[in-house]
């Protein structure tokens, strides 16, 4: 039997254990051994529940116990979640989490005590919830070079964006449900600004591409400025808005981006609704790969990190994860990545869209009957720094959107 610590029992821990106590006999024959929860680690106590049984409140017990072999962080947050994965792998432990800050942040670092030491650092449930993608990347698509990773990494904002566009829904309401529904993360801003998407976005490049890639490097907007006015546009096109993370390799330069982009129903992320993730994956030899499911939530995520316990407990002694270096990675200046860019300005196209042609050469117009004293354009690709200088010269931007491809 394998024992098993959890730290932290919220919306994932209480899932995990949920999960566990489920389909205990089928985990038990895929891990080889039955696995048992034997400690959860947590601040709080839980009268009446039968989780108190296995309630502690110091970290040392866990990492003193020589019974435990497999240790589960599921707290969130840096510290002291940091230091409690460092110190359970200093101890032997192998270590499950689905803390993408965690992983963001010191994932190299992490994988390489846990190498050294014959353990697995996994970090399925860091990325797209309940999607498998950290494991196709680790083991399946390994053959290919990856060229191009895009993705909608975020439940809470793809649920808000989805609400808004179907529903004509409120932006603070509907993030209100996904606060209830168990999506979104403690501080909100982690979801509407990107903040999350850009988390993983560096996760799934740093893995694919083998260097690290600082998060905070990567050109991050969040939705909080998107409107039902877009999406009005949008309509009017046949078109959405959806948060895209994506990293991509451009002869020899990898830019990578968070933003929300407006895309067509021939891209293959427009059908992805609700909490539901996609990612988009191309190798230089699989070509095109998607990868699509609930993204957020307590049992996909659970469901997730469970699936690496198993991993963990049938490879004791042996490290399976890829090793991504601690060497950085270069992020390309964005002012020389290529898109077109969808743009609203103030007043009549009649007065203003001759001088506009005149200064981002071919645009398409677009207009919607019912909104007044404005209209919108599609430019041609061009590079985030010519738009820039382009929507300077013409003065009266209301807001732009990237386009898809
Ligand atoms: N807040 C995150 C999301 C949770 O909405 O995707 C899953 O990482």
Known sequence: MKKIA???????????????????????????EEISVKYVLDLRDFPGQPIQEKIVHDINVILEDKEIEIVVEVMGGVEPACTFVKNALLAGKSVVTSNKELVARHGAELLEIARERNLNFLFEASVGGGIPIIRPLNQSLTADEITEIT??????????LTKMDKEGSNFDEVLKEAQALGYAERNPAADVEGYDACRKIAILSSLAFGKNVNYEDIYTEGITKISDIDFKYAKELGYSVKLLA?????????????SPVMISPEHPLFTVNGVINGIHVNG????????????????????????DIIDAAKHTGRSIMS??????????????SKKAFFARFAGNPEDKFEAIKEIFGEVKLVKVQEIKNEFAIITDVMSEAEFEEAAN?????????????
Request: proline share 1%.
């Open 6 to 32: 959890v730290l932290g029992y919220g919306t994932v821990g209480s899932g995990v254990v949920e999960v566990i106590d489920t389909n205990y006999a089928s985990i038990a024959k895929k891990a080889g």
């Open 151 to 160: 993705g909608i990494l975020n439940g809470t904002t793809n649920f808000i």
């Open 246 to 258: 994506s990293s991509k390799n451009v002869d020899g330069n990898l830019y990578a981006m968070v």
């Open 284 to 307: 230089n030899m699989v070509g095109d790969v998607m990868f699509i499911g609930a993204g957020a939530g307590k049992l996909p995520t659970a469901s997730a990190v469970v699936s």
């Open 323 to 336: 090793f991504w270096s601690k060497e950085k990675l270069e992020i390309a200046d964005k002012a020389s």
């Open 393 to 405: 010269k013409a003065g009266g931007m209301i807001t732009r959107i990237r386009m898809g491809k």
